[in-house]
């Protein structure tokens, strides 16, 4: 796409009117174009439709109207969740109309170097961890996008002295074209969201666009432990920052001190150490003093470290926000404990990875509660840790059957599957008091779903929020 400024008086067409697409449609307002808004849903679910109408904004809801895209439009931008194969999306590339995600609108206007953060998992723990680090370090960070503010709203507050630290989705780096990060850093890569992308290598090629226009003054930050973030090293054109859990790293890089590292003191044997461009080691903070449980949050630390001190951080100003920091909310999220059983909010597991991550994090023996929107996964995955760590399982939602069938396979007797109810409300409840029947004093109840949530909340936080009041209550 062109800069903003280049539609002046032209038709530019947004789909969607989430948060984000409201703000890209006062955006491209804002800079001249003429632009129409559209949403499917009907206009009593479109409160915002009347504040972009008082702007001057066309908005049209209750479906995608025929003759909505057609050869005088020059742009389209998409809510990230609308799948390419929406009318509207397909009529625009049959017509060679760009269409781009409010990602690709707000890098062309944001004058602060961005820090794109994209994985299958921990992208928002990560997120908000490197905005905590660079707020110690004096580094003036903006923590935007998909974690909570859309970044064309955070663009018009950012100036060169700010770090703009973004979560990114693979939906809307799908949507991108010359969306370039001064840093970009990739977690992980697991299977998930294949209902959206249809295969895997269309997934892993959307993540790969936060290196794809990066320059050798750009920086890639990488897991060395993924194999598939490994294979992409080759194409990576930017100075590479691997973290690794696992290894210890010859070239530049942050991990975990090996057993025995030679000319290097004993003391360090669980210190995580950088390795600078020069080769001189730093130590940041010994393993166990990071506040968040779990090996897959020791990971996110790593990561946040490596972009921290690739943005100007000092390694001495890092060991204070890594001790310090407790967590986002729904994220292995300490609730309550009730009669000596403890409960943990994790409903931002929307897949097995996730989930997998969460039941390892946990040493007591765990009731789980799982299940959601079917995306045509089998949760095979879940298998091994289902026989490790957890001692019944409640199902909920469109997967219900098929996470009690992996808790057979794993040899659990206590299964339950709560059936569809009058409400999710309901439904949460009803699984959140079979859960408790089946806890004892030391065990934890987990709200683990290793599924999306939309076949009965709206979101992932509304069903993390629900599972919170509702084990107030109990």
């Known amino acids: 796409m062109n800069h903003p400024e280049e539609y002046r008086g032209q038709q530019v067409v947004v789909l969607g009117l989430a948060k984000s697409g409201v703000q890209v449609a006062k955006t491209l307002y804002e800079h001249g174009a003429i632009v129409t808004v559209n949403d499917r ?56 109309i760009d269409v781009v995600t409010e990602v690709e609108v707000a890098y062309h206007l944001c004058q602060a170097p961005i820090i794109g953060v994209t994985g299958s998992n921990g992208k928002t723990t990560t997120t908000t961890w490197i905005g905590n680090i660079l ?89 060395w432990d993924d194999p598939v973030c490994r294979e992409l090293v080759p194409y990576i054109k930017g100075r590479l920052i691997p973290f690794s859990m696992t290894e210890e790293l010859q070239s530049e890089g942050v991990y975990i001190h090996p057993s025995f590292v030679p000319n290097v003191e004993d003391g360090l044997q669980r210190s995580i150490l950088y390795r600078d461009a020069s080769g001189q080691l730093h130590t940041i903070i010994q393993v166990d003093e990071i ?12 990561a ?41 909010n994790n409903s931002k597991a929307t897949n097995s990875k996730a989930t997998t991550m969460a039941l390892g994090a946990i040493s007591a023996p765990i009731v789980l509660i799982a299940g959601g929107l079917d995306r045509g996964s089998d949760y095979m995955e879940l ?8 001692k019944a399982v409640v199902a909920i939602g469109q997967t219900k059957e098929k ?32 859960a408790a029947s089946l806890a004892e004093p030391g065990d934890v109840v987990l709200l683990s779903p290793a599924c999306a949530s939309w076949d009965m909340f709206a979101s992932y936080e509304e069903r993390g929020r629900i599972f919170k009041e509702v084990v107030h209550t109990l």
């Open 41 to 96: 849903k009907n206009r009593q679910e479109c409160p915002e439709a009347s504040q972009l109408e008082a702007l001057g904004i066309s908005v049209i809801c209750g479906g995608h109207p025929e003759g909505l895209i057609h050869s005088e439009v020059k742009l389209v931008v998409k809510n990230p969740g609308i799948p390419y194969t929406a009318p509207p999306v397909v009529r625009a590339i049959e017509l060679g």
């Open 304 to 344: 946040a470290i490596a972009v921290s001190l690739a943005a100007g951080a000092d390694p001495e100003v890092l060991r204070e926000p890594l001790r310090s920091f407790r967590g986002v909310e729904h994220r292995l999220e300490f609730v309550e404990v009730k009669q000596g059983v403890t409960y943990y």
């Open 403 to 434: 996470i009690g069938h992996i808790a057979a396979l794993a040899g659990l007797t206590d299964i339950r599957l709560v059936d569809t109810g009058d409400s999710a409300t309901e439904v949460l409840r009803a699984a959140i008091i079979e």
């Open 135 to 223: 707020e110690a370090a004096g580094l003036n960070p903006i923590v935007a996008g998909n974690i909570g503010t859309p970044l064309c709203e955070a663009c018009k507050d950012a100036e060169p002295r700010n770090w703009m630290v973004v979560e990114l989705s693979s939906f809307q780096l799908k949507g991108t074209q010359e969306f370039t990060p001064k840093i970009g850093c990739l977690l992980n890569v697991a299977e998930t969201h294949l209902d959206y992308h249809g295969t895997m290598d269309d997934y892993i090629a959307s993540k790969s666009k936060l290196f794809a226009g990066q320059s050798e003054s750009d920086i890639a930050v990488i897991n």
């Open 383 to 390: 298998l091994p840790v289902f026989k490790d760590k957890v």
């Open 291 to 302: 506040a968040l449980p779990g090996r897959f949050n020791v990971e996110n630390a790593l």
